[in-house]
């Protein structure tokens, strides 16, 4: 039976429940925290904790059921070989990728500012997705561990909503996976980016895939863990 989840431009539907994974994409604290990247940029980093408590009741629903559990992270090797100088360079700010900051080096893979921030930290077995670029299929091994769980519906959360969000929903829509994002579980350091996203997401009878709030989709999941038991 087809499970029905009220979202825009219309309701998104699952075929079953043994399809579909939960994305947390970068929340970590180089983008969250004081003395990370993001604030080396200038941002008010404040901002992206507001999706915190959302995200946290989407985990233990999406645990409570067994289902997939998809973390990725931004970062680079220590050599910074899989960083194109562009990227260094971009933003003209005093901290770039790979300086030493509050938080360790700024973007580099094990760094402390590179963690998950500890509210949302990861359980043995859930899956980590270490990406170099915006987008998580991008020179990762994220596609291999899609097909190994016949994963082909995705839920979106995590920021920046306007770029390692929506960049990531767009290679997945490419490949085929019916994409949705809960709203009020991605954020921007600015909200008018959020907002923009979000139309163009759902613009043109879903053409990057559909958009919901969280309360939405936990009512449907949490009405099938009660018809479960």
Same mark, same amino acid.
Request: charged share 20%; glycine share 8%; with cysteine.
């Given at each position: 039976?087809?499970?029905?989840?009220?979202?825009?431009?219309?309701?998104?539907?699952?075929?079953?429940?043994?399809?579909?994974?939960?994305?947390? %994409?970068?929340?970590?604290?180089?983008? @969250?925290?004081? &003395?990370?990247? $993001?604030? #080396?940029?200038?941002?008010?980093?404040?901002? *992206?904790?507001?999706?915190?408590?959302?995200?946290?009741?989407?985990?233990?629903?999406?645990?409570?059921?067994?289902?997939?559990?998809?973390?990725?992270?931004?970062?680079?090797?220590?050599?910074?070989?899989?960083?194109?100088?562009?990227?260094?360079?971009?933003?003209?700010?005093?901290?770039?990728?790979?300086? %030493?900051?509050?938080?360790?080096?700024? @973007?580099?893979? &094990?760094?402390? $500012?590179? #963690?998950?921030?500890?509210?949302?930290?990861? *359980?043995?077995?859930?899956?980590?997705?270490?990406?170099?670029?915006?987008?998580?299929?991008?020179?990762?091994?994220?596609?291999?561990?899609?097909?190994?769980?016949?994963?082909?519906?995705?839920?979106?959360?995590?920021?920046?909503?306007?770029?390692?969000?929506?960049?990531?929903?767009?290679?997945?829509?490419?490949?085929?996976?019916?994409?949705?994002?809960?709203?009020?579980?991605?954020?921007?350091?600015?909200?008018?980016?959020?907002?923009?996203?979000?139309?163009?997401?759902?613009?043109?009878?879903?053409?990057?895939?559909?958009?919901?709030?969280?309360?939405?989709?936990?009512?449907?999941?949490?009405?099938?863990?009660?018809?479960?038991?």
């Amino acid at each position: 039976m087809m499970i029905n989840i009220p979202a825009q431009p219309y309701n998104y539907e699952l075929p079953n429940l043994s399809n579909v994974a939960l994305v947390i %994409i970068d929340m970590q604290r180089d983008f @969250l925290e004081p &003395g990370g990247f $993001g604030a #080396a940029l200038g941002n008010d980093v404040s901002r *992206l904790r507001s999706i915190v408590p959302v995200l946290k009741q989407l985990l233990i629903t999406f645990r409570q059921l067994n289902l997939p559990i998809i973390y990725t992270i931004e970062g680079h090797k220590s050599d910074l070989s899989d960083c194109p100088p562009s990227k260094i360079h971009r933003g003209n700010c005093q901290l770039k990728i790979g300086d %030493i900051g509050p938080l360790g080096r700024i @973007l580099v893979l &094990g760094e402390p $500012g590179n #963690a998950i921030i500890p509210e949302l930290e990861p *359980l043995p077995g859930e899956i980590i997705i270490n990406k170099p670029g915006k987008g998580a299929f991008y020179n990762t091994d994220l596609p291999d561990k899609l097909s190994e769980q016949k994963i082909t519906h995705l839920i979106f959360t995590g920021v920046t909503t306007e770029v390692c969000v929506q960049t990531t929903m767009r290679e997945a829509n490419d490949r085929g996976f019916e994409c949705l994002l809960i709203e009020d579980a991605t954020e921007s350091y600015f909200p008018e980016f959020k907002q923009a996203t979000i139309e163009m997401i759902r613009s043109q009878g879903g053409i990057v895939g559909w958009t919901t709030k969280a309360e939405n989709l936990l009512q449907v999941l949490q009405n099938l863990s009660l018809s479960i038991k």
